[in-house]
């Protein structure tokens, strides 16, 4: 996408500075090549070579790229048992017109998550800069201060904004100092990765397209920055942070997201991760950075959308009170555009909570 950008920049500009305009095509070509998107990349290729006919590179990708196309097109036709797969040379190759400068970028969707009834309504929220919500349903979400007559936020109540009706999704104004921030992302830094997933059928950790990221986990032995965040989770929200997970931190560069996930667990999927501490009932993220554009957090099936504001929590239960899992807190962080992205999550586990959350039988409170 960046360097279609930097293409088109390029041309608006009116640029004689062939060299780097080769430089651009040149990253867009293997892009979208790793992409998959092979007919792309050789017309950019093509483009090139009409700069500069004997640029050495480009005739090799040239080849490489023609290669790669005419044996996906026999793969193809074999599958097919086409049985009249007799010489290379009958296939011809279709691709982009070099008449249009502006390629199109055909990037194709991720399989794993293609068929989820959520992928739309995700691309189109995070395209929006608000919640899509009704006025009638706009007219029951309130502000309000916040101290739970606790002595930690009684002389400094919390600004408290609803963000969604159902389910419940709150955000807690400049909860936390720019500078506990410098010193949670210094604490982090050295210590970020790639962020992983567990492959239940390997049951071993893999970096998954899903979610791009890099992330750590911070202790409250850490440091009293990371002590004292935790302190404030729970005198803001009435929950024990006992058997709550360490902070995560995550960061998310230029293109980082998460898809629609949701932070709970099924039982089926892992039983031994319900017997310490129960399964996880409410997500607190707070927002350690704004973002230029992009990375907004959003809910697909209720069309919430939160925008990141360095300081500012988002809260939410996983949880009816009656325990059941509520599927409306699917949510997913939108790409990031320009900028950088970064979030510091507890996720609170059931158990320790009885006397903090009253609980009921209906399924749907
Ligand atoms: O970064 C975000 O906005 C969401 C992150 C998230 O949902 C998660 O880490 O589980
Ligand atoms: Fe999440």
């Not at 430089?23 to 070509?29: D, H, V």
């Not at 005419?70 to 036709?77: D, F, G």
């Not at 998550?113 to 959520?118: A, C, D, I, R, T």
Request: hydrophobic share 35%.
């Amino acid at each position: 996408m960046w360097m279609q950008e930097a293409l088109d920049r390029f041309d608006q500009a009116n640029s004689t500075a062939l060299i780097s305009k080769i430089n651009i095509l040149n990253n867009l070509a293997h892009a979208t090549a790793q992409q998959g998107n092979i007919e792309h990349a050789l017309a950019v290729t093509e483009e090139i070579l009409s700069i500069d006919p004997e640029n050495v590179e480009a005739k090799k990708n040239k080849i490489h790229y023609e290669s790669l196309i005419k044996k996906r097109t026999l793969v193809v036709e074999e599958q097919q048992n086409d049985s009249t797969v007799n010489s290379l040379k009958e296939h011809e190759i279709q691709y982009v017109s070099m008449n249009n400068k502006n390629f199109q970028v055909k990037n194709q969707r991720p399989g794993t998550y293609l068929e989820l009834k959520s992928r739309q309504p995700f691309e189109q929220l995070c395209r929006q800069q608000h919640a899509q919500l009704s006025p009638k349903r706009q007219a029951t979400l309130f502000c309000r201060y916040r101290h739970n007559k606790h002595p930690y936020l009684i002389f400094r109540p919390v600004k408290e904004e609803q963000v969604l009706d159902e389910p419940g999704i709150f955000l807690f104004h400049d909860v936390v100092s720019d500078s506990d921030i410098e010193k949670i992302k210094a604490l982090a830094v050295p210590r970020l990765q790639r962020a992983l997933i567990r492959n239940a059928a390997t049951n071993t950790m893999t970096p998954a397209d899903y979610r791009i990221s890099k992330s750590t986990w911070l202790r409250d032995e850490d440091s009293p920055v990371i002590a004292r965040l935790s302190q404030l989770i729970s005198a803001l929200t009435n929950l024990t942070m006992e058997t709550a997970e360490e902070i995560h931190v995550v960061n998310y560069g230029v293109g980082g997201y998460y898809s629609p996930h949701l932070d709970f667990y099924h039982k089926w999927e892992n039983p031994a991760y319900f017997r310490k501490a129960g399964n996880r009932i409410a997500t607190w993220m707070t927002y350690m950075s704004d973002v230029e554009r992009g990375g907004a957090t959003v809910f697909p099936l209720s069309g919430g959308h939160v925008v990141p504001k360095k300081g500012s929590t988002v809260f939410w239960y996983n949880l009816n009170a009656s325990g059941e899992a509520d599927y409306r807190t699917l949510h997913a962080a939108c790409p990031v555009l320009i900028g950088n992205k970064w979030v510091a999550t507890k996720w609170i586990h059931e158990y320790g909570q009885e006397f903090r959350r009253r609980c009921s039988l209906d399924p749907m409170v």
